[in-house]
């Protein structure tokens, strides 16, 4: 059974760890997919140590022929879609159709940021001084270490690495032990592109182990992380003391606002992609529905009616059209929170337990489920759940609709469905969020565009489309006075 490599130095190498656990397929335990090795820390600093070193050679080289490597990569991501989108379903559990959308997106994700290469661009700027040019330019930093979760293991690593290496930064990669298989095929990619030994390293490891080292290390210069909150604190607060540029992505707690003149059957059919899409497992899924009290039970009919003709089963499997959750911690939390919702006086709708029987005993299935008259107040309402759990709140008013949107700690993403001009624009000013949709699903966004919240959900820099090579450059301003006279400036 194949044990997965850690990628040092242009070479894959087998860890050194006494410790190792079980990729195993969430649909169906009895199925292992290899075995992960939980390396010490000692690999991390060849890693990092090999990052150092390719850096001064990678830096140098122009910007377009580092594009030329990333447009190659999206190349060769195409030729190995369907082989990548298949070892994501069978160790993360989406569905077979779900993870060729996330390998797409992230084959979009390097076509833009190969065209970005010739675009990494200052600007001239008037000096107050006679026969003086200035200038600014963006520079890389040296090393970038990018820890990445399971949920999306293609596309997240993607849209951070492709724009460090771009920008001429090294990458060291630790990617989630749930999903080492799609990892090393991500980084055989790059490696395939054509990547100088050391430009790209990878290493499989603990968040405790690989993870704080990357993290705490001197040599490394940025960090960029997608995960919880916990952690994204715990790794801003070690930046801030190194003072190190981080970069945090977190929760979700996204609402979309149904309102009364609302196209009901979209809002129904987005609501419901946003909310079981990927079996909820996504920081952009629709968590709460905000819905007007004169349209509600019509909505929730609907709604209940399309959530319980989901078919549920193995990615794998063509009819499905929900996964298992990806592992069983994964699937006790989602259990927890719907043992609270029910505690808390929540009215089930729909779903609200475990799929047991054939072919579900083997896999870690959960139902679509729907709580109806929750209360902003409810845990339900206020903490992630990360699956496939809809809380349903009732408002009388659009600004009753908007405060319930906006209390909660997370600020990620939003929708409201409604042809009231007024009330679609003043949501789109109003809304506490990083990104927000209308008449269209929480979930999706764009290579070229930004993706990132406020609150408690992001610190730092957006990612993707254009803003995502400030975070990985630093600019320099430069004065070139050509008067060849000795003078007083009044420059600071």
């Not at 996330?102 to 290469?117: D, R, T």
């Not at 603990?206 to 715990?234: Q, Y």
């Not at 992505?249 to 609302?262: C, I, L």
């Not at 979209?266 to 079981?276: D, N």
Request: charged share 20%; hydrophobic share 40%.
């Amino acid at each position: 059974m194949e044990t997965y490599k850690n990628f040092i130095n242009g070479e894959w190498i087998s860890s050194k760890s006494q410790k190792f656990v079980e990729n195993r397929n969430p649909a169906n335990t009895d199925e292992v997919l290899g075995m992960v090795a939980i390396s010490p820390i000692e690999e991390a600093q060849a890693a990092i140590k090999a990052a150092q070193a390719s850096y001064p050679a990678w830096r140098k080289l122009p910007p377009p022929q580092r594009g030329q490597m990333i447009a190659k990569a999206a190349l060769i991501m195409q030729e190995r879609k369907a082989e990548l989108a298949r070892a994501l379903t069978l160790e993360e559990g989406k569905t077979f159709k779900e993870s060729l959308g996330e390998v797409q997106k992230s084959i979009n994700v390097l076509e833009f940021m190969a065209g970005e290469s010739r675009r990494i661009a200052g600007e001239t700027l008037s000096s107050e001084l006679p026969s003086n040019f200035a200038y600014t330019l963006k520079q890389p930093m040296g090393v970038i270490s990018t820890i990445t979760p399971w949920n999306f293991p293609v596309s997240i690593p993607c849209w951070k690495i492709a724009p460090a290496l771009v920008t001429g930064n090294t990458v060291v990669f630790k990617p989630a032990t749930l999903t080492p298989w799609t990892a090393v095929i991500v980084t055989e990619i790059f490696q395939q592109a054509g990547l100088p030994a050391g430009v790209l390293n990878m290493v499989i490891g603990s968040g405790s182990g690989v993870g704080e080292e990357f993290v705490t290390n001197p040599a490394i210069r940025a960090i960029s992380f997608t995960g919880s909150n916990d952690v994204g604190s715990h790794i801003y607060n070690h930046g801030a003391k190194r003072m190190v540029k981080v970069q945090c992505e977190m929760g979700g707690k996204n609402p979309v606002v149904v309102m009364e003149d609302a196209d009901l059957e979209l809002a129904v059919e987005g609501t419901i992609m946003g909310a079981f899409g990927s079996t909820g497992q996504r920081c952009t899924a629709t968590s709460r529905a905000i819905v007007v009290e004169t349209i509600a039970d019509q909505f929730i009919r609907q709604l209940a009616a399309r959530a319980q003709a989901l078919r549920v089963g193995p990615g794998m499997e063509p009819n499905s059209d929900m996964g298992p959750a990806v592992d069983p911690g994964q699937l006790d939390t989602v259990l927890h929170y719907l043992a609270i919702g029910k505690q808390e006086g929540a009215k089930l709708v729909c779903g609200g337990e475990r799929l047991t029987g054939p072919p579900y005993d083997k896999g870690y299935f959960v139902t679509p489920t729907i709580f109806d008259y929750v209360t902003p107040q409810m845990t339900i309402a206020q903490e992630e759940i990360f699956g496939p759990v809809l809380a349903v709140i009732r408002v009388k008013t659009f600004e009753e609709a908007l405060d319930i949107a906006n209390n909660v700690k997370y600020g990620l993403t939003s929708s409201i469905y409604s042809s009231d001009t007024a009330k679609v624009f003043r949501f789109a000013d109003e809304i506490e969020t990083g990104i927000t949709h209308i008449n269209s699903p929480t979930v999706g966004g764009e290579a070229h565009l930004p993706f990132g919240g406020i609150k408690g959900t992001g610190m730092g820099w957006r990612e993707q489309g254009r803003t995502a090579i400030d975070f990985y450059t630093e600019i320099k301003t430069v004065y070139v006075d050509y008067t060849g006279q000795r003078r007083q400036s009044n420059l600071y």
